[in-house]
């Protein structure tokens, strides 16, 4: 059975995080269910670190994991909370001397091609 208020936590976290809310209609999935309840719901709802941390987290461990896809989404909602660009790049920098080279260069080519997506992105919204 669902936990309302762990989903509820969850969603506002995917919200502030990538830009969508689920509802519990429209997740009938068990396996996003429980990503939700319990990764965003529990984990990422945590008060030991903010939730600009747990993004820089997240972002450092997907790198170096070699999690290009989980990457692109997660690069994404770190720029939503603000994490700057040039904090990206300066992290990717730092993870090359601990995680290795070839995992912080796909990083920064993740992190290129998700700053061209953001910055089409925002040209079209322009041009409304």
């Known amino acids: 059975m669902a936990d309302s208020t762990r989903f509820d936590r969850g969603a506002h976290v995917l919200e502030q995080l990538f830009g969508f809310r689920p509802t519990p209609e429209q997740t009938t999935d068990d396996f ?4 939700i309840e319990n990764l965003f719901g ?6 030991g670190l903010a939730l600009r ?4 987290a997240t972002v450092s461990a997907l790198t170096v994991l070699g999690r290009e896809a989980e990457l692109r989404q997660h690069l994404t909602g770190a720029l939503r909370l603000g994490i700057t660009r040039e904090q990206i790049r ?4 730092q993870l090359a ?6 995992v912080a260069v796909m990083g920064l080519r993740v992190a290129g091609e998700v700053f061209a997506a953001a910055d089409k992105a925002a040209q079209g919204e322009k041009s409304r």
Do not use: I, K, N
Request: aromatic share 12%.
């Open 32 to 35: 996003a269910r429980v990503t």
């Open 42 to 47: 529990d984990v990422w709802s945590r008060p």
């Open 53 to 56: 941390d747990r993004s820089l």
């Open 90 to 93: 300066e992290l990717m920098l």
């Open 97 to 102: 001397h601990y995680g290795g080279w070839p």
